[in-house]
């Protein structure tokens, strides 16, 4: 069965500091990936996706995520964090890139200290 | 219009009542999407609508959960004889094609007491 892990509920870093959220899957076929950002008061927003071309995905905001089929990790980076970046990060897996068939983790929300 | 829409955005109901929750999406899009958000789940996939084919209701929960789209637009969900554990944050999506990026609504808070 098609499942996506998030570890931490909860991420808190400083300012500038980097920022690595993780996500790691489960599918017995090959997985087409996202990570959705949800700001506060906000519906959610796509930051990026994997859909089997290159495995280092660059995405809105800074932000960039690596799919590495050994680990079966999709972790979320961004090198400096700002202030801007606190929100819910929620990280998707997808059936042949069919939305109606996401798979979602829990969310990871991520607070940016000064 | 600019985004999806969705009303009430938060909508407090007595057990037993029936409540409508509306979506709004975004101009031009032919797919839309229910999701469900409970406390401590991720988001659970319920309908989906395509342009005029039948819609995928293979995630509603129960038969107390219904929902329509008019003239291929603005969709309703209508959940009837409510229950505390329909108590969730329900969004809605809608996309140019079932492939294509999605565009997310900001919810309805559900709460049922």
């Known amino acids: 069965a098609q499942s996506v892990t998030q570890l931490g509920s909860h991420v808190s870093v400083s300012e500038g500091a980097l920022v690595l959220l993780r996500c790691n899957y489960s599918?017995?076929?090959?997985?087409?990936l996202f990570w959705y950002v949800q700001y506060p008061n906000q519906g959610l927003q796509l930051l990026l996706k994997?859909?089997?071309?290159a495995t280092l995905v660059k995405g809105i905001n800074g932000f960039e995520a690596e799919f590495k089929k050994s680990e079966t990790s999709f972790h979320l980076t961004k090198p400096s964090a700002h202030m801007s970046d606190a929100a819910e990060y929620f990280c998707?897996?997808?059936?042949?890139?069919?939305?109606?068939?996401?798979?979602w983790g829990l969310g990871t929300s991520l607070a940016v200290n000064p | 219009g600019a985004g999806v829409s969705q009303s009430p955005s938060n909508k407090v109901t007595e057990k037993g009542k029936d409540v409508e929750l509306r979506c709004d999406p975004i101009?031009?899009?032919?797919?839309l999407y229910w999701y469900r958000q409970s406390l401590g789940q991720g988001l659970e996939f319920l309908i989906y609508?395509?342009?005029?084919?039948?819609?995928?209701k293979s995630g509603l929960p129960s038969d107390r959960f219904s929902a329509e789209r008019t003239g291929g637009s603005v969709s309703t969900l209508t959940i009837q004889r409510t229950q505390q554990e329909d108590s969730a944050v329900y969004l809605c999506a809608s996309s140019l094609g079932s492939t294509t990026e999605a565009f997310f609504g900001q919810g309805t808070r559900l709460t049922v007491v």
């Open positions: 609508f395509q342009g005029n084919s039948a819609p995928d």
């Open positions: 101009s031009g899009h032919t797919a």
């Open positions: 599918s017995s076929v090959p997985p087409y």
């Open positions: 994997y859909t089997s071309a």
């Open positions: 998707a897996l997808g059936d042949a890139g069919n939305n109606r068939k996401l798979i």
